[in-house]
């Protein structure tokens, strides 16, 4: 198991640009459903709201002081002021809690996978090296999201960037619990890209290989993960990434509509991959929350 860090310096024409990947060998092995560790008793409304809404009831932890504890060494991290937790918890009951409990066979693949933790930043991570991340999901244990100080619906860049971290990660869970679709490797072998390599691609360049985004084609379980993520968020997905162009006269539009048949190969199997392992239908989740946005 690995732990991916998604790292988004930028946000372009209301797209994810993603700009730089670290791999680290994963610290986490255990269940990832584990209970959650016996803390100080809940004293502030918040946390009692916490406990009662998240830690009982869905077994979620969620870290929004001290967050130090919760990045690496020579990160530095803030956390949120205290007026955004209470949206940014009703943005992830809404969102994404609401979202599986309202489709078929939801709640208990939600209930059974849900990750263990919730760590709020009010900014960005800001790395040794001098980078930025803006969102990160680690093994399917933990869901980090930052700039949660940013905190505003209205936003087109901030809501996709949430919604991205949150599908994205836990679409990692579906591979890791019940392996990749059949072949699924095998649809676009030669797009992806050589280690560390990926953040030079253009999304055209990325698109014409078969891949919704650059960082897709990291590997095949990032591609999976951004495919399924883009897929359940993007009101344009169709026309960003399926619809064929009939009236092509340059070589970049064909090899655009090529590109676009092999994610339309993709999004196949993974659809049903995805209802035969979990009993959820990736189309009702997508309707589910784009009738929210
Ligand atoms: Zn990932």
Known sequence: MMRSRLNIPFL??????VCLLLLTACLHDEKLNEPVKEGDEPTSALDVY???NFTQAYNIAVRYKYVDNYVDPGQRVAPPILDVVKPMLDFVQEYWI??????????????????????????????????????????GA????????????????????QLQVTYHEFAHIVHQEFSLPSGFEN??????????????????E?????????????SVNEDFAETIAFYVFDASFFEHYINLDADCVTADCE????????????????????????????????AELQSKL
């Open 12 to 17: 372009k024409r209301g797209k994810f640009f």
């Open 50 to 52: 916490i406990d009662e």
């Open 98 to 139: 609401d979202v599986y409990l309202a489709v078929e066979n939801g709640e208990a693949f939600f209930r059974r996978y849900v990750p263990a933790e919730l760590i709020f930043l009010g900014g960005l991570i800001y790395n040794g090296d001098g980078t930025v991340t803006l969102g990160t999901a680690d093994a």
């Open 142 to 161: 933990r869901i980090t999201y930052t700039n949660v100080n940013g905190f505003d619906l209205d936003d087109p860049d901030w809501l996709q960037l």
């Open 187 to 204: 649809i676009s072998p030669a797009g992806y890209s050589s280690a560390g390599s990926w953040y030079n691609l253009t999304e055209e």
């Open 206 to 218: 990325a698109l014409q290989r078969g891949f919704v985004s650059p960082y897709a084609t990291s």
């Open 255 to 286: 090899n655009d509509n090529a590109g676009k048949e092999k994610i339309f190969e993709k999004l196949t199997s993974i659809k049903e991959h995805y209802l035969k392992v979990t009993g959820v239908d990736l189309d009702d989740l997508r």
